[in-house]
């Protein structure tokens, strides 16, 4: 089954071709981010519309890397939620307008679903169950994942997410859009001592997660020094092993919890350097596994909704090709197809 992915949940507009037998044959990504770095973040409308001028061209690019036709697609799937409502509306809409076109069936795709399995399309994938780390602007959550639909929460974040987190010690410390690779490059050139940040709910028993203290201290420090360049590279690196810290030390006790010994690690976060360090020397220590997809799959991108749509549409039943898009997704709504 060969399977067109759509994503236009944000600012990143993903096509990709998917088919069951052969594997990822091709994928496309137009990013919004030099668009929306003037506004110093996400302007809705404006990705409405960057959307509507991206999705057909690149749909034609994956179609022409692989010598494809629109009439050899078996079907699509598209984002559906969670994310913005008019972004989500534009894939949503192409998707459902090409498949009533084409006579073919199509899946809406949850978009944490997506980032859940998207280490499964490496060479080496885990096997089911495992433990997934969600990590990125507007998520932080530890998930139980026994196979596809099947989704227990274990930890969440009681207020920011981390990659939130990073959005915001970025704009603290004058640092350009997107936070989290800004943070990070600038932690690099940063020295470790001079400061000391709390690491919120590390002890607390559970495998939930908090960040909103962590930023308020970011801030009080942002306020008590003077901020020359070094002083914001000492405050990033301590900012980066602050969030790295609890995160990796959630994970170990997850799996400790669960009695498995795979984790998988997906979302923007994800592609932070010195959190896979981290875990990885976590790993090796209580003799566990974590995998990661290729840095490109981190952020959002088709080739996740492809072969999640994929995985769910070889049990799905062609609808009427009406819609409605869901900005607003609970996870443990999902059912396995």
Known sequence: MLVLGIES???????ALYDTGRGLLSHALYSQIAMHAEYGGVVPE????????????????VLDETGLLLRDIDGIAYTQGPGLSGALLVG??????????????TVGVHHLEG???????????????????LVSGGHTQLMRVSGI?????L??????????????????????????????????????????LPR???????????????????????NENALDEQTKADIAYEFQEAVTEVLTTKCMNALRETGLDSLIVSGGVGANQRLRERLNQ???????????????????????????????MQNAIEGNHGFTVKPRWDLAELHSP
Do not use: W
Request: charged share 20%; hydrophobic share 45%.
């Open 200 to 222: 919120p709910l590390l002890n607390s028993g559970d495998l939930n997660f908090s960040f909103s203290g962590l930023k308020t201290a970011v801030l009080t420090l942002t």
């Open 92 to 105: 949503t809409s192409i998707a459902e307008a090409l498949a009533f076109a084409l006579n073919i069936p």
């Open 282 to 312: 976590a790993a090796r220590r209580k003799l566990c596994y974590v995998h990661y997809p290729r840095p490109e799959f981190c952020t959002d991108n088709g080739a996740m909704i492809a072969f999640a749509g994929a995985m769910r």
């Open 149 to 153: 639909g099947d989704y227990e929460l």
């Open 9 to 15: 949940s944000c600012d990143e507009t993903g096509i």
């Open 46 to 61: 404006l990705a409405s519309r960057d959307h509507i001028r991206r999705a057909l061209p690149l749909t034609q690019q």
């Open 155 to 196: 930890g969440d974040t009681l207020d920011d997410a981390a990659g939130e987190a990073f959005d915001k010690t970025a704009k603290l410390l004058g640092l350009g859009y997107p936070g989290g690779p800004a943070v990070s490059k600038l932690a690099a050139k940063g020295k470790a001592g001079r400061f000391k």
């Open 115 to 133: 980032h859940l399995l998207a280490p499964l399309l490496e060479q080496k994938p885990p096997v089911f169950p495992f433990v997934a780390l």
